[in-house]
Structure formats: C-alpha cells, structure tokens
Nanobody, 123 residues
Framework: QVQLVESGGASVHTRGSLRLSCVAF????????MGWFRQTPGAEREGIAT???????TYADSVKGRFTISQGEDKNIVYLRMNILKPEDTALYYC?????????????????WGRGNQVTVSS
C-alpha cells in the first residue's frame, strides 16, 4: 500500500508561481510512475503531468511550457513547479502513483491518490 501526501497549494495572482510537493509513504518500491491530476468543480479530473523511474516526463497541452514535474533525490518525492499561472489553473491538484509504467494520463492507470491540494489563481 502507498500513501501520498501533497503540500504547497496556495492562492496567488495571475503570472505567479508555485511549487507543489508530494511525498510517497509505504511500499514505495512498487511505484513506477508518478504524476499530477487536477480537478475543478463539475469537471472531469485532468491528467497534467507524469514522470517515470527513469525521469521521463509527459505533459498535457494545457500546461506544457509552464509546468515542470521533477523527482527529488529520493524517488518517493515528486514536485510540480508551476509558472505563469492563469485563473484557469485554479483547481484541486492531486498527486498520483502507479505500480505500472507511465502509459497514459487516464485516471484508471493510477492506483494511489493523494487527498488533493487547492491552488487558486486570481486576476
């Protein structure tokens, strides 16, 4: 079993920056893929970034060029650096992990989910 704990969510102004952190606890040796999803009220969860054990990354078009996913020196820590934030980035951000290779950003691919961390961007 794996537990994920996110931190770093806050309220910022447009074009501001934030860094979200996620620490995995438990059977971390079983994790092969970690990532971030986000969700706004009434909308589907959107997969926005993934990173695998080798450090290979993927991004949704909506965040490409502005967000960067990275691993800590301990592979059980993942960061999401968010730059040039826009009001439409306002959402609850979830850290996710999977025992499988990073195949897609389908919700079904990820077995473990954090509780979510709120990011609010105001104009």
């Amino acid at each position: 079993q794996v537990q994920l704990v996110e931190s770093g969510g806050a309220s910022v102004h447009t074009r501001g920056s934030l860094r979200l952190s996620c620490v995995a606890f438990g059977s971390v040796g079983t994790i092969n893929c970690m990532g971030w999803f986000r969700q706004t009220p009434g909308a589907e969860r959107e997969g926005i970034a993934t990173i695998d054990e080798g450090g290979r990354t993927t991004y949704a078009d909506s965040v490409k060029g502005r967000f960067t996913i990275s691993q800590g020196e301990d592979k059980n820590i993942v960061y999401l650096r968010m730059n040039i934030l826009k009001p439409e980035d306002t959402a609850l951000y979830y850290c996710v992990a999977s025992p499988n290779q990073c195949m897609s950003t389908s919700q079904a691919e990820f077995e473990w989910w954090g509780r979510g961390n709120q990011v609010t961007v105001s104009s």
